[in-house]
């Protein structure tokens, strides 16, 4: 059976992405030294990674609960599964050679692919995944220290399963209501600015090498 599709989901998708766009841009241009950027100490480009993963992992719930409640497509599920696992292990190995000392070994991919398991039981338990979300969020902000795996280097994306899994769980439970079918503009140019989130996991594991490349040739043009 064939899922409906709602362009509110893919907007929700292609918003994420056009943000890591500009993050990942801004960068490449501090590594090569165009512009001046601190990201450990500027609240601005501290918080701006966290929007894009949440609002990424929002989107996970919603697509979780769309594509598999109330019956789950265990062919379909798997299949995405091992494609989101595998590219989590392409992003390891790449930026363990690319970055040694920062390389990501549970990043962003790795946390879907964990969380979209673990998940599975609540989407038809909306209430519950509601009221879980809301546990961890108060925890967080009592200070839990969530138990993961952490290495001693500072990793360029770190995205532990919880307190992350909140978000999840937050689409989970507004799809329940109804937001996934919430109106949204039906022109050609819409359309267009929507269509990254048809193939949110193909850009997100292409764009930083055609940023990079560009800002790296860009360099070497202007030196």
């Given at each position: 059976?064939?899922?409906?599709?709602?362009?509110?989901?893919?907007?929700?998708?292609?918003?994420?992405?056009?943000?890591?766009?500009?993050?990942?841009?801004?960068?490449?241009?501090?590594?090569?030294?165009?512009?001046?950027?601190?990201?450990?100490?500027?609240?601005?480009?501290?918080?701006?990674?966290?929007?894009?993963?949440?609002?990424?992992?929002?989107?996970?719930?919603?697509?979780?609960?769309?594509?598999?409640?109330?019956?789950?497509?265990?062919?379909?599920?798997?299949?995405?599964?091992?494609?989101?696992?595998?590219?989590?292990?392409?992003?390891?190995?790449?930026?363990?050679?690319?970055?040694?000392?920062?390389?990501?070994?549970?990043?962003?991919?790795?946390?879907?692919?964990?969380?979209?398991?673990?998940?599975?039981p609540f989407l038809g338990?909306?209430?519950?995944?509601?009221?879980?979300?809301?546990?961890?969020?108060?925890?967080?902000l009592l200070g839990l220290?969530?138990?993961?795996?952490?290495?001693?280097?500072?990793?360029?994306?770190?995205?532990?399963?919880?307190?992350?899994?909140?978000?999840?769980?937050?689409?989970?439970?507004?799809?329940?209501?109804?937001?996934?079918?919430?109106?949204?503009?039906?022109?050609?140019?819409?359309?267009?600015?929507?269509?990254?989130?048809?193939?949110?996991?193909?850009?997100?594991?292409?764009?930083?090498?055609?940023?990079?490349?560009?800002?790296?040739?860009?360099?070497?043009?202007?030196?």
């Amino acid at each position: 059976m064939t899922k409906t599709r709602y362009p509110w989901l893919d907007a929700l998708r292609a918003f994420a992405i056009y943000l890591m766009v500009i993050f990942h841009f801004s960068y490449d241009l501090n590594l090569f030294g165009h512009v001046d950027i601190d990201f450990q100490q500027d609240l601005f480009w501290l918080w701006f990674p966290c929007v894009i993963v949440f609002l990424f992992l929002l989107s996970v719930g919603f697509s979780l609960r769309q594509a598999h409640y109330p019956d789950p497509r265990w062919p379909s599920f798997t299949k995405r599964l091992i494609k989101i696992a595998v590219c989590a292990l392409g992003v390891s190995i790449a930026t363990y050679f690319a970055f040694p000392n920062g390389w990501v070994y549970f990043g962003t991919l790795h946390n879907i692919a964990i969380n979209s398991v673990v998940c599975l039981p609540f989407l038809g338990r909306p209430r519950l995944a509601i009221i879980v979300c809301v546990l961890i969020l108060v925890a967080e902000l009592l200070g839990l220290r969530w138990p993961w795996i952490q290495l001693e280097h500072s990793s360029m994306d770190y995205i532990p399963p919880l307190p992350w899994l909140a978000w999840v769980l937050l689409g989970i439970f507004l799809h329940s209501r109804g937001w996934h079918k919430l109106a949204f503009p039906s022109g050609r140019v819409w359309q267009l600015l929507i269509w990254p989130g048809k193939h949110s996991l193909g850009i997100y594991m292409g764009h930083q090498i055609v940023l990079y490349s560009l800002v790296w040739a860009y360099t070497v043009l202007t030196q």
